[in-house]
T-cell receptor, first 115, second 113 residues
């Protein structure tokens, strides 16, 4: 049982390049999330999904797109990377249960640097 | 909107010292409250949670009590160890819609032998 996995672990991009971050979970969770972590700012929600085939914007969605074609996978795309997107990206998942009380399980993170 | 405020770090303590990390929140609904811990180079792990007023969450010697009257969820441990060195995040989730977490900025704890 791997939990939540993320690929790649590290990536360096040049401004204007594109890339996709992959998140996979094997816990059959309905909810999946993408956060970014920046120094002194905690984690901020980029996009989220409440089920297969559905996605929605979080607090900081600009410059990112997402897709959830399969329940176990949640992809985060950067179409044209900018230095402001240098960050650590975390994926998380949770089950559909008691409102608000569910634990979110986090992946190990992807450290992205945009030059 | 919802927000979480926690004390700035780093907090530096000697082994076996008492730990308090303050956390206060504002929320539009009735939130559930969480403490997550992030060890160096790793993702976040749930440390403890509380879902209603006066609930006490506890795990690995850490405790926090949901205080609705003071909108607080302070983290405490009676005797810290070097292995507790990590970044601690207070977070809330309002149980409707997306159920995403709103995080505080994190507090780095350094425990010296």
């Amino acid at each position: 049982n791997a939990g939540v996995t993320q690929t790649p672990k590290f990536r360096v991009l040049k401004t204007g390049q594109s890339m996709t971050l992959l998140c996979a979970q094997d816990m059959n969770h309905e909810y999946m999330y993408w956060y970014r972590q920046d120094p002194g700012m905690g984690l901020r929600l980029i996009h989220y999904s409440v089920g297969e085939g559905t996605t929605a914007k979080g607090e900081v969605p600009d410059g990112y797109n997402v897709s959830r074609l399969k329940k176990q996978n949640f992809l985060l795309g950067l179409e044209s990377a900018a230095p402001s997107q240098t960050s650590v990206y975390f994926c998380a998942s949770s089950s559909r249960g008691a409102l608000g009380a569910n634990e979110q399980f986090f992946g190990p993170g992807t450290r992205l640097t945009v030059l | 909107g919802d927000s979480v405020t926690q004390m700035e770090g780093p907090v530096t303590l000697s082994e076996e010292a008492f730990l308090t990390i303050n956390c206060t929140y504002t929320a539009t609904g009735y939130p559930s409250l969480f403490w997550y811990v992030q060890y160096p180079g790793e993702g976040l792990q749930l440390l403890l949670k509380a879902t209603k007023a006066d609930d006490k969450g506890s795990n690995k010697g850490f405790e926090a009590t949901y205080r609705k009257e003071t909108t607080s969820f302070h983290l405490e441990k009676g005797s810290v160890q070097v292995s507790d060195s990590a970044v601690y995040f207070c977070a809330l989730s309002v149980g409707t819609g997306r159920r995403a977490l709103t995080f505080g900025s994190g507090t780095r704890l350094q425990v010296q032998p």
